[in-house]
């Protein structure tokens, strides 16, 4: 078993190796907690405007109080969330808790038909969605579930003056709401008025209730919701706690760039619970793939922490204003939701001075399974040691427990760990009932450190060989002229399948020999792909990882 291992050594200061009694009941009180400890400080910045941890408390309250009094929604009922990162989503998202509803987490870049199956698939009783995808709403409203839809605008938290500007120029100048008409909704700013005149009433919430829903984008098949309970996010959040404990000063008050979604399980944990309850300031950011603009933002601050996605982190490094920002109280950057190619690291750390380090996660694990410690003994090209409380091993396809060294799927068991899929057989989700199965092929190497070779269903079998697209990617990366790659396996008579790569360049010299070359100096024959093909840009989720999936299809339909 992994806690045997010595590289609990590594572990940062005064870190458990199995969690103490929890601390809270409820999210609930883990937010109302934070908020009465941090009253005064800033808790979220986005485009301008400003919330303090009082007033994400009293919004919050005055938002559960409508929707118990004015729409009278019931514990356990479910309440969807569609926006990209702006002040409204906290407001929304804690006080949808403190109304002891289930929070379902949506992408707003989903097609009607996503959004459909999502809402269906969850049975929402309600809907808060930002104006600019409404017009996707109105084609699908008849068919979802949800009675009541609340509407924001993306400066309505803004102030009077500067709100109304910011509606103004998202609607009128920049075109960026679609016409739409939807019966009976709600406009956001209602509910907090109506709110604030109301009584709420806390709930009766245990700590085993459903929190979150947190869908699994869909990028590998039907999207399905991942149960995540308030002992779920609770245990995580006393978990990396500890791990980022080393970054954070608390003479003074940091800044956090949040930059990934909150959507998303990795900023809701990571930036949006955990930032929250050690009293950083989270700055939002609402767009950050127009990479000029934010890295225009990000001169504005000086941050100690940001979090992200490799995608991210090098279109940062590669930007030519970039290297001229303030570091001097970066401590650390941590990667998550794809592999962090060695090739970006590097060029980071020799940027900033300061690290950026892997970990690893699902939605199904609240996500944080593994990470690198964020001083002192952080591994390049692994995803780090396990969690405390948390058990991560390699198992066969029969369900057999590896040994050290070998390459399997990669099984995990701990206290932010789901029960399971909403309302889904959930046969074949766990290896005896216990192991959580993530569909990731890895292994643990002689320090103890675990290493994902790739995801199952990517790998790509080349006359019998399995070769794994992140290896392919990760050569063809640190090539000084290439900007971004991705690696799939292509249908071939003769080898069953061969390797196909998709190139953009950093640098328009570059030529498909150049590149031949470069792969079989740096891997053996059967991994060198056959095909090469470049391109303007890839094709991505809008977190930023490539989607692998799409390039298969294109080939797919090129082939029929």
Known sequence: MTKDFPWFN??????????????????????????????????????GGKLTYAEVDRLSTHFAAYLQNELGLKKGERIAIQMPNLLQFPIAMIGSLKAGLIVVN????????????????????????VANFAHSLEQIRERVPAKHIIITQMGDMLGLVKGAIVNFVVKNVKKLVPDYHIANAISFKSVLAKGATQTWQRPNVDIEDVAVLQYTGGTTGISKGAQLSHRNIIAHNMMITHWFNPLIDKSEQ?????????????????????????????????????????????????????????????????NKDFASLDFSKLKGAVGGGMAVQDAVAIKWEEITKSPLVEGYGLSETSPVLCCNPLTGNHKRGTIGIPMPSTEVAIFDDDGNQLKQGE??????????????????????????????????????????YFKIVDRKKDMIKVSGFNVFPNEIENVLASHAKVLEVAAIGVPDEKSGEVIKVFIVKKDESLTVEELKKFCHENMTNYKVPKYFEFRNELPKTNVGKILRRTLKEEEAKKAA
Request: charged share 20%; proline share 5%.
């Open 407 to 448: 390459t399997g799927e990669i099984c995990a068991r701990g206290p932010q760990v789901m029960r399971g899929y909403w309302e889904k057989d959930n046969e074949g989700v766990f290896f005896k009932n216990e192991w959580f199965r993530t569909g990731d092929i890895g292994l643990m190497d002689a320090d103890g």
């Open 254 to 318: 940091q800044i956090v760039i949040t930059a990934l979604p909150l959507y998303h399980i990795f900023a809701l944990t990571v930036n949006g619970v955990l930032m929250y309850t050690q009293g950083l300031c989270n700055v939002l950011i609402t767009n950050p793939r127009d990479i000029p603009g934010f890295v225009k933002e990000l001169k504005k601050y000086k941050f100690s922490i940001i979090t992200g996605v490799n995608t991210l982190f090098n279109g940062l490094i590669h």
């Open 10 to 47: 590594s572990y940062p200061t005064g870190t458990p190796r199995e969690l103490a009694p929890y601390e809270y009941n409820s999210l609930i009180e883990l937010f109302e907690t934070a908020a009465k400890k941090y009253a005064d400080r800033v808790a979220f910045e986005n485009l």
């Open 106 to 129: 949506t992408n707003p870049l989903y097609t009607p038909r996503e959004m459909e199956h999502q809402f269906k698939d969850a049975g929402i009783s309600a809907l808060v969605i």
